[in-house]
């Protein structure tokens, strides 16, 4: 096992970069800057490592990062319907930063926070912690708030993400990571061929502004079924009114209680696979459906399409605040989850 880091100068700011790599060549690298993913290297079938995660070309572009790639996102992932919650009948107001609602935190979330970090290096796993204090009513949201989220990079191929909060107030806590993936290793090979497995029977209605309803809607015998690996492109461009709100897939898929694999992404070509477990109850699918123009690593301009979004959080707040109770961290309780990637290669027939 191997850690590296490096000093970046973005605009007037100094960040670090820190690189994490096993012995069979896979490479992670991060920012302290929201903790931004800039790097996963994996090799296909024939052993050739590339990058499999959505990045800029230029690093200056992560500062302000409209489409939050690779960033930690928090206090709370998603939309809050109308930037409002109430904890014990007391109302607080969040910014809102997606049309009428508050997504991914507020104006400056969780994504555009220097953290502080700490490596400790084991014989066969490599664990950096990230960690900061977000102040009482940062963005709204009440109790000052000890957050760590935890990278580590083992020699058996997995990436596990912890996330750790404890709150002098009660609160709401619901973190992921944003990283976009293609297993292709181009960003100019479209994501509809990928294949995807979901182990979620229901998923989240979104009301006009992809907001969740609060219904929660059967996947079988809509385009929503994953429940078997097939094609992400396969149903996209149905007639169904859900995934014309979005313009793709941008649902929550709320997890069977099964143990195991929850998410499984397949690129054939390549042969690269990565599966997902994890304690926490959904995940949001976006297939990146919008574009701002980011100019990509490799210096193409980003077409929608492109990559997946596997955002692995707790289901997140709706309409009246539906599932907020998923999202509620008492005071003075550490909360703990977390998701493992595994990556490893598999040959077609
Ligand atoms: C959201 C999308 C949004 C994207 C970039 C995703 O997590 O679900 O609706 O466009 O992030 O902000």
New binding site residues.
């Given amino acids: 096992m191997k850690v590296s880091e490096r000093k970046i100068k973005l605009s007037a700011n100094e960040f670090d970069e820190i690189t994490l790599e096993n012995s069979n060549g896979i490479r992670i690298s991060f920012l302290s800057y929201g903790g931004i993913i800039t790097r996963i290297e994996v090799p296909d079938h024939q052993g050739k490592l590339e990058n499999i995660v959505l990045a800029y070309e230029n690093y200056e572009d992560y500062l302000s990062n ?3 790639l690779g960033s930690i996102i928090g206090r709370t ?3 809050i319907k109308n930037g409002y919650f109430t904890i014990d009948g007391r109302r607080y107001n969040l910014a809102k930063n ?1 049309g009428e609602n508050s ?2 935190g507020g104006a400056k979330g969780f994504d555009k926070y220097v953290y502080n970090y700490e490596i400790s290096e084991a014989e066969n796993r490599i664990d950096v912690d990230l960690s900061r204090v977000s102040p009482h009513m940062e963005e709204g949201y009440p109790g000052e708030l000890y957050v760590k989220v935890t990278y580590s990079l083992s020699e058996d191929d997995t990436f596990i993400i912890q996330y750790s909060g404890v709150s002098s107030e009660d609160t709401l806590f619901n973190m992921t990571n ?1 990283s976009y993936f293609n297993l292709s290793g181009s960003f100019d090979e479209s994501i509809k061929y990928h294949e995807l497995f979901i182990d979620a029977d229901h998923y989240s209605e979104i009301d006009e502004s ?1 907001t969740p309803t609060g219904n929660l809607i059967e996947v079988a015998d809509t385009p929503f079924d994953f429940r078997y690996m097939r094609e992400i492109g396969e149903e996209m461009n149905s007639e169904d009114e859900q995934l014309k709100i ?1 313009n793709g897939y ?1 649902h929550a898929f709320l997890f069977r209680n099964n143990t195991g694999t929850k998410i499984r992404l397949a690129h054939r070509y390549s042969g690269r696979v990565m599966e997902i477990e994890t304690d926490n109850q959904a995940v ?1 699918v ?1 297939t990146q ?2 574009s701002q123009g980011q100019i990509i690593q490799g210096g193409s301009t980003l077409e929608p399409y492109r990559s997946v ?1 596997l ?1 692995v959080q707790k289901p997140p707040v709706g309409s009246n605040e539906v599932f907020k109770e998923c999202s509620l961290l008492p005071s003075n309780h550490t909360q703990v989850t977390s998701t493992i990637f595994r990556f490893f290669t598999e040959d077609s027939e």
């Fill in positions: 409209p489409g939050y992932a998603g939309r997606y997504g991914h944003h992809k979005a941008d949001v976006y459906n919008f979004a955002e």
